[in-house]
């Protein structure tokens, strides 16, 4: 039901049962009359410390070195873990970094290579402006010689 050397007070039909069981025991007293003991009249007392049987508890320090003692492989294994996890996640965070920055250079590459392209053929359009207005050109020269020609000729 319940620990019995746990500190929770007792419930209500546990102390009914225990008065009653108390009532059931014989009176026994705790010290025997019969036996006679010589009364001292030595004033000194004895205060002397009795041999505990209990072990001190440790220093905190020696707790903790012995705790390290026993147990460093899980602690080092628990380090070694952790510090797995922690670099898992920081390559995963460079990663996402690095991904981020190759997909807005092939962003740039491609507007790059967008531009270029509307530049040669613009490019290619001057070519042919120029082309069409040099083969204009000599054609003007033509007929304007042509026409001084035939100026010429009818002057004389």
Same mark, same amino acid.
């Given at each position: 039901m319940r620990k019995a050397n746990s500190h929770i007070s007792k419930t209500k039909p546990e102390k009914?049962?225990?008065? @009653?069981?108390?009532?059931?025991?014989d009176y026994e007293p705790t010290v025997d009359e019969t036996l006679k003991f010589s009364e001292t009249d030595d004033d000194k007392k004895?205060?002397? *410390?009795?041999?505990?049987? @209990?072990?001190r508890k440790p220093k905190l320090q020696q707790q903790i070195y012995e705790h390290f003692e026993e147990n460093w492989?899980?602690? =080092?294994?628990? %380090?070694?873990? =952790? %510090?797995?996890?922690? %670099?898992?996640?920081?390559?995963?965070?460079?990663?996402s970094g690095i991904n981020y920055k190759?997909?807005?250079?092939?962003?740039?590459?491609?507007?790059?290579?967008?531009?270029d392209k509307e530049t040669n053929q613009h490019i290619q359009q001057q070519d042919l402006n120029i082309k069409e207005n040099q083969i204009k050109?000599? *054609?003007l020269e033509k007929n304007n010689s042509t026409s001084k020609m035939l100026i010429t000729k009818k002057q004389n």
């Open positions: 009914d049962y225990y008065t @009653k069981y108390i009532k059931t025991q004895d205060f002397s *410390n009795q041999k505990s049987k @209990k072990k492989i899980k602690w =080092a294994s628990g %380090l070694i873990i =952790a %510090l797995l996890v922690w %670099l898992m996640f920081d390559s995963k965070l460079s990663i190759v997909d807005r250079i092939q962003d740039d590459v491609k507007e790059l290579k967008q531009t050109i000599e *054609n």
